[in-house]
């Protein structure tokens, strides 16, 4: 079969990655994908958000099934454009309607949804400008520090978590009355902040039944000890040493489960992957946010753990017949270690030329952000590689990444020494 992949991360190198495994793939077409994804397929240069021309290179290519890497072409309603258009409603997109997307499209709309089907939470109100006042009162109920989030997409940035109380109320006015993230904060969710420790669980779903993948714990600050700026994300194990099988029950049990038969309830489709960001409070998960994609860098780790194929549980998802599938795991640990440009998540320049990629061997090098550039690889974002290793150990993994990354090289490269080692890797 033939099939398109819309992005151009890590994520969507992983997932070429794993799709050429499949004995049922005849060609694959990335959009607008990078120099890694062209080893398994063909790059085409489209900008995914302009629906009528993913659709003209659907039908160019007679695509036979679209995934959907990241989450603003399914925001914006991509699932719902496929289906409303008499050319393109016969074919499979994995990815939810646009009110399922909502999940991560409106950090409000998350909230409500899990307080009505009971899922765990932290406590929340919502704010908009006109309401204020009330939200720095609402502030003065909750104890230091303090959650805000832009309601919106924010690229990853809408989070703030203000350690006093002076700090939060400005910090609102800015989100709210100054639209520091734009149209995203126009409505504000505050939160009260959760102790405990992070970790992600994945879920694919075919709207009725559902897989629960390997889970993943990542690492967002740019710097050790997890301080700095946060980012996409700088590494990620899998699987997470803290999370039990009794752990890995409730999640099922109290998120997993009510998630879907809420989705079902409310006729919200939904035929794709759901990632829960979920805090580890004293042995109970409560969920921190959903996103409506894979994770990255997660999926780096989360796909090498999948033995299943690929091509086969999307089928089931989109025929619905996900229970037919089984899902088989890798009983091996995975890492991965990502390599950013200097200066990144600040200002950082492109175009530095990779070195080193032929030379290694133990690992998995997956592009998160490169270009061709004649006979070069250059880097071409901030997260420029992650790369991925396999142990018997997590321990063994991490450290097989980072002999690794000593055979990587470009200019003003920077890469965080302790990825794992806060869960003993």
């Known amino acids: ?44 240069n489209i900008d995914i958000l302009d629906f009528e021309a993913v659709k003209k290179l659907v039908l160019e290519e007679k695509i036979d099934l679209v995934l959907v890497g990241p989450e603003e072409p399914l925001v914006r309603g991509i ?54 006042e009330d939200g720095i009162a609402f502030l003065k109920t909750l104890s230091a520090p303090y959650v805000l ?23 609102l006015r800015e989100m709210l009355l100054d639209e520091k993230f734009g149209a995203a904060s126009s409505k504000v969710v505050i939160e009260e902040f959760l102790s405990g420790i992070e970790l992600s669980v994945f879920v694919l779903t075919d709207g009725i039944n ?63 992957f759901i990632f829960v960001g979920l805090m580890n409070c004293d042995g109970d998960p409560k969920v921190i946010e959903y996103n409506v994609r894979m994770g990255d860098p997660e999926t780096e780790v989360v796909l090498p753990r999948i033995k299943s194929d690929l091509i086969e549980l999307l089928l089931g998802v989109a025929s619905q017949t996900l229970d037919e599938n089984e899902m088989e795991f890798d009983e091996r640990a995975a890492a991965t270690v990502m390599i950013v440009s200097g200066g990144y998540p600040d200002k950082y320049e492109k175009g530095k030329v990779i070195s080193g990629l032929d030379e290694v061997t133990e690992s998995i090098v997956f592009h998160a952000g490169t270009k061709q ?53």
Not at 23 to 34: E, F, H, K, T, Y
Not at 82 to 95: H, M
Not at 155 to 171: C, D, M, R, Y
Not at 396 to 407: D, F, M, N, P
């Open 79 to 132: 699932y719902d454009f496929f289906k409303a258009d008499k050319e393109l409603a016969s074919i499979p997109l994995i990815g939810p309607s646009k009110r399922g997307a909502e999940l991560e499209g409106s950090k409000d709309f998350a909230k409500q949804f899990m307080i009505k089907n009971h899922i765990p939470t932290a406590r929340y109100e919502t704010f908009t400008k006109e309401t204020v």
């Open 1 to 44: 079969m033939n099939l398109l992949l819309l992005g151009s991360g890590g994520r969507e190198h992983a997932l070429a990655w794993k799709l050429d495994q499949s004995p049922l793939l005849d060609a694959l077409v990335i959009a607008p994908g990078n120099a890694g994804t062209a080893d398994y397929g063909q790059n085409v």
């Open 210 to 272: 559902f897989h629960i993948l390997p889970e993943a714990k990542d690492y967002k600050r740019i710097g050790e000890g997890d301080t700095g700026l946060n980012t996409g994300g700088m590494g990620a194990i899998s699987p997470v040493p803290f999370a039990d099988a009794e752990f890995l029950e409730k999640v099922k049990q109290q998120i997993v489960i009510p998630t879907i038969e809420g989705l079902k309830k409310d006729n919200i489709d939904y035929k794709g």
């Open 149 to 171: 989030k832009a309601d919106g997409l924010a690229a990853g940035k809408g989070v703030v978590i203000p350690h006093t109380l002076a700090e939060a109320e400005s910090t």
């Open 373 to 425: 550039d004649g006979d070069n690889v250059v880097s071409n974002g901030g997260r420029v590689l992650s790369v991925t290793s396999y142990g018997n150990t997590l321990k063994e993994a991490v450290a097989t990444s980072y002999e690794s990354i000593a055979k990587l090289d470009f200019e003003k490269k920077y890469f965080r020494r302790d990825i794992g080692k806060d869960v003993g890797a």
